[in-house]
């Protein structure tokens, strides 16, 4: 997928914090995340969240290195590009930023309680549009105005959750990835089911004051993606196009959230962790490459409780 614009490398720590607060606009990740309890939103409620949180993943950052940030820059700035390891390394750095970028992710939401132990929602992530629902499977089914039959502090709630993210990935908007996007002319897109199991403990009936959350999660994603240079050469010989090619592979994690506040604002700073081995690539020239790794996502979540009775 083509950037339409062009940066260089910046020098100076200035430098440095425009390009983190450029990633954070070009942000389009699916959000992985995992801010919610074991509490689904009781029927006929709406909650309203937001959340920032930073994806970082072992991957990219074993793939990129002064040297690549240099070729990268050098490569941007020629006409013509001899095919060669340096751009071998330059596809391998552009796939492990779009299989697990290293960069800021945000995303708005909104929820609301269909019938009792069910909800469903939609978040979006700033590019990832993200479809989900969750089934409640243990605890108490009503509210903190409205308390269930044997809600109170401790009590344990599960939940399971289905999440669908789709997007048309792009790099971070980072000087040397946009210089890398300009050689390879890189495009992608990418889908993401995200499967939740969710236990927590209430503080407060009905989590009237927050509850702590933990459990584990299953993801699988869906990957298509392809490489077109214009000006990349073997001897005089222009280098073919690499035709789109789609993979896939699964996520495993687990994931901590403690969520505090009273009845309507509530807080939820969280961690989660992730493995996944990303499998076999193709590249230019006949040529790939294998990636695997672990990501950590911390994030802080905002959430907004209204009641409608």
């Not at 071998?88 to 992710?105: E, G, H, K, R």
């Not at 300009?182 to 939740?196: G, I, K, Q, S």
Request: charged residues 15%; hydrophobic residues 40%; positive net charge.
């Amino acid at each position: 997928m083509k950037i339409s614009f062009r940066l260089r490398p910046f020098r100076q720590p200035a430098g440095l914090l425009a390009a983190a607060a450029l990633s954070l606009t070009a942000s389009c990740t699916a959000p992985r995340a995992i801010v919610a309890t074991g509490k689904v939103t009781p029927q006929g409620e709406f909650r309203v969240g937001y959340n920032q949180g930073f994806n970082l993943a072992s991957a990219p950052l074993g793939k990129v290195g002064g040297a690549l940030k240099d070729a990268a820059s050098t490569a941007a700035s020629k006409d013509t590009v001899g095919y060669g390891g340096a751009v071998t390394n330059l596809q391998a750095a552009a796939l492990a930023y779009i299989l697990d970028p290293v960069q800021p992710t945000a995303d708005l939401s909104v929820r609301y309680g269909i019938v009792p132990r069910l909800d469903a929602g939609f978040k979006y992530a700033f590019g990832s549009y993200v479809f989900d629902a969750q089934y409640q499977l243990l605890g108490p089914a009503g509210s903190p105005e409205s308390p269930g039959a044997g809600a109170g502090s401790g009590v344990t709630y599960a939940s399971v959750g289905l999440q669908f993210a789709t997007q048309r990935a792009k790099l971070p908007s980072l000087p040397f990835l946009t210089d890398i996007n300009e050689v390879l002319n890189f495009r992608a897109t990418r889908n993401d089911l995200l499967v939740p199991l969710i236990f927590s403990q209430s503080f407060g009936p009905e989590e009237e004051i927050g509850a702590i959350s933990y459990g584990v999660v299953y993801a699988h994603s869906w990957v298509s993606y392809g490489f077109a240079p214009d000006n990349i050469f073997i001897n005089t010989q222009k280098l073919p196009a690499l035709p789109t090619q789609s993979r896939d592979f699964s996520s495993f994690g687990g994931f901590v959230n403690l969520k505090f506040g009273y009845r309507y604002f509530y807080v939820i700073p969280a961690l989660s962790v992730f493995y996944q081995n990303y499998g076999q690539y193709a590249l230019l020239n006949g040529a790939s490459t294998s990636l695997s790794g672990v990501t950590f996502v911390p994030s802080l979540a905002f959430q907004l409780r209204i009641p409608t009775k």
